[in-house]
């Protein structure tokens, strides 16, 4: 069964900073990673999709990079604002059953 | 484009009462699944439907939790009778189908049982 771990639990940074989260795999047999924004109380909002023939995705100031062979996968946040404070979820979807199997996330805190 | 919705966003029952869960996905997605997420985990998928069909419901309780997708667009999850440990998140989500698709979320509906 996938096993997936994202760490640290929780990181704190000043505003400004860049950071980089990680989520890590234990089957590389996948059809696709993906990022995932949770605010409190809220659903949860994607962030990029990595295919697992791809390496990294863009969006903005967002940037994840994806090594399957090794199970892992990162998500870079450039300039880090308040407003990114949220916690950071990863997922992986198996290409052995079409299931998707969710770290336990990353809470990031910014502090202005 | 309207986005996935979920009713009732919040809900509070005593231990052994049933509850439902409407969720309305994106049109046009054929992939519809619902998550489980307890408080400081990761949502933990319950049941899958393609279509009106059931894909993977192997970590559905099927002792008390039972989901159905009529005519292969709505979906109800329900719970009867609900437990203490039943409180948590319920997530909807759909995708225009399975393989490498990207699953977009509800605001999801938060269950308390007292």
């Known amino acids: 069964k996938q096993e997936v771990t994202q760490i640290p639990a929780a990181l704190s940074v000043p505003e400004g900073e860049n950071l980089v989260l990680n989520c890590s795999f234990t089957d590389s047999a996948i059809y696709n990673l993906q990022w995932f924004r949770q605010d409190p109380g809220k659903g949860l909002t994607s962030l990029l999709l990595?295919?697992?023939?791809?390496r990294e995705q863009t969006s903005g100031r967002l940037n994840a990079s994806l090594d399957k062979s090794s199970g892992r996968s990162t998500l870079y946040i450039a300039a880090s604002q308040p407003g990114d404070s949220a916690t950071y979820l990863c997922a992986v979807r198996s290409n052995t059953g079409n299931q998707f199997y969710f770290g336990t996330g990353t809470s990031l805190t910014v502090i202005p | 484009e309207a986005g996935v919705a979920q009713s009732p966003r919040y809900k509070i029952i005593e231990k052994r009462q049933s509850v439902a869960f409407w969720c309305n996905p994106i049109?046009?997605?054929?992939?519809l699944y619902w998550y489980q997420q307890i408080l400081g985990q990761g949502p933990k998928l319950l049941i899958q439907?393609?279509?009106?069909?059931?894909?993977?419901d192997s970590q559905l309780p099927k002792d008390r939790f039972s989901a159905e997708r009529l005519k292969g667009v709505d979906s109800t999850l329900k719970i009867q009778p609900a437990k203490l440990e039943d409180s948590a998140v319920y997530l909807c989500?759909?995708?225009?189908?399975?393989?490498?698709?990207?699953?977009?979320f509800g605001p999801g509906t938060r269950l308390t049982v007292l």
């Open positions: 989500a759909s995708s225009l189908g399975t393989g490498g698709y990207e699953q977009f």
């Open positions: 990595i295919q697992s023939s791809q």
């Open positions: 439907f393609q279509n009106n069909g059931v894909v993977d």
């Open positions: 049109s046009g997605h054929a992939t």
